[in-house]
């Protein structure tokens, strides 16, 4: 009986012990996982710094070009009716140019932009998400710890018990025994 007992707390300790190291591993995957996303997430806030900084040389070779276009018109205004013509053209093809490419970089700065913030709102998402799960593993392993000290002490109770019943089963067994010898033998 106190065998089989023991045997059965033994088995429960080891249970518990396997659920709890399936849990940590589990929440260690986990843990790893909201890392990667992080790195993820600082690589393409890289990415949109580096596309920012693209967007301010466009911006600044744009100034440049307008500024150009300013002074080529300063100067064109001194040519001749049909000059002027051909630079007036080549002045708005010049300008319908750079109206593009301001356009472009700028809608593709706002595209950026907007799946940054909606990748950041994902993050933090799932790290709160992440931090809500480990605090419950957190808790679960308390309440495992627990459960272990349990059994433990249990056991310790269960062999203190049966060495206790082994050492008076040992005692009587003595005196039966001595008794035996001092009883009158038959002939």
């Given at each position: 009986g106190t065998i089989a007992r023991l045997e059965e707390i033994c088995q429960v300790h080891s249970r518990l012990q396997k659920k709890w190291q399936n849990r940590v591993s589990r929440s260690e995957r986990q843990l790893q996982t909201a890392f990667q996303q992080q790195n993820q997430m600082q690589q393409h806030l890289s990415n949109v710094l580096m596309e920012a900084e693209s967007m301010v040389d466009e911006r600044q070779k744009l100034v440049k070009l307008i500024t150009e276009e300013r002074r080529v018109h300063q100067q064109t205004s001194q040519l001749n009716g049909q000059e002027l013509g051909q630079l007036h053209v080549q002045l708005k093809a010049l300008r319908a140019r750079a109206d593009k490419k301001v356009e472009k970089a700028s809608r593709r700065l706002a595209e950026q932009e907007e799946r940054h913030v909606?990748?950041?709102?994902?993050?933090?998402?799932?790290?709160?998400?992440?931090?809500?799960?480990?605090?419950?593993?957190?808790?679960?392993?308390?309440?495992?710890?627990?459960?272990?000290?349990?059994?433990?002490?249990?056991?310790?109770?269960?062999?203190?018990?049966?060495?206790?019943?082994?050492?008076?089963?040992?005692?009587?067994?003595?005196?039966?025994?001595?008794l035996g010898s001092l009883s009158p033998k038959k002939k």
């Open positions: 909606k990748q950041q709102d994902e993050f933090q998402h799932e790290v709160r998400h992440l931090q809500k799960l480990l605090q419950a593993r957190q808790r679960e392993m308390q309440g495992l710890h627990q459960q272990k000290r349990d059994a433990e002490q249990q056991l310790e109770l269960l062999w203190n018990s049966a060495a206790s019943g082994q050492e008076h089963l040992h005692e009587g067994l003595s005196q039966i025994v001595g």
